[in-house]
């Protein structure tokens, strides 16, 4: 089975500063991975996947991730956070080639930033 | 392109009434689509993915009689909570997922908040 774990549940942050999220998985089978952002009265947005190409993957918004197999940990990154980046963030794990596509959501993760 | 719609943005319904949810695809054609649940300050828990022209297929635990969905077409989805109590009061959200040939992910709509009284 698999499981994704959100280490913080709030994170905050000095807007220009850089942001952190951490995230680790379970997954018997080669997972694919993904971070979503739940803006308040808005739909989820995918920033990015990972979905066994390259181990670093870069998303919209300046956030990147680094699936780290060693360390079941797919962290979200920003090296200057803004203050609209404040949202609930979701780490997402689906095992690769799944043909019911199903998506586990982690806890999530909210950030705030500070001016 | 890629949006998802959902009808109405929130609701208020008395308790023992029941409730659609739409969840349309506007500028693509989902033969899956998924519904989930979400509680205040809580992650989202997958209830049922619904398949075009097929029954939808039940998480563990999601009674099918209350949740009932329909996918009729490629671009609209259902869900109707029968016979609503205090209790289903929850944030649903559908996605769908583009048909092969597409990008092969999940568009989430912005979410329907049902307030059960």
């Known amino acids: 089975a698999q499981s994704v774990t959100q280490l913080d549940s709030h994170v905050s942050v000095s807007e220009g500063t850089p942001v952190l999220l951490r995230c680790n998985y379970s997954s018997s089978y080669s997972p694919s991975l993904f971070w979503y952002v739940q803006h308040p009265n808005k739909g989820l947005q995918l920033l990015l996947k990972y979905t066994s190409a390259a181990t670093l993957v870069k998303g919209i918004n300046g956030f990147e991730a680094e699936f780290k197999k060693s360390e079941t940990s797919f962290h979200l990154t920003k090296p200057s956070a803004h203050m609209s980046d404040a949202a609930e963030y979701f780490c997402?794990?689906?095992?690769?080639?799944?043909?019911?596509?199903?998506?586990?959501f982690g806890s999530g993760t909210r950030l705030l930033v500070r001016p | 392109g890629a949006v998802v719609s959902q009808h109405p943005s929130w609701v208020i319904c008395k308790s023992g009434t029941s409730v659609k949810i739409e969840c349309r695809s506007l500028d693509f054609q989902a033969t899956t689509m998924f519904w989930y649940r979400q509680f205040p300050k809580q992650s989202l828990m997958l209830m049922a993915t619904?398949?075009?022209?097929?029954?939808?297929?039940?998480e563990q635990g999601v009674e099918k009689d209350k949740f009932l969905i329909n996918h009729a077409s490629l671009t609209l989805s259902t869900l109707t909570v029968t016979s609503a109590h205090p209790e289903d009061s929850s944030f649903y959200i559908c996605s769908a997922r583009d048909r092969p040939g597409g990008r092969g992910e999940q568009y989430f709509g912005p979410g329907t908040r049902l307030t059960v009284t």
């Open positions: 619904s398949n075009e022209g097929s029954k939808a297929t039940y």
């Open positions: 997402v794990v689906s095992r690769a080639g799944d043909s019911s596509y199903k998506l586990i």
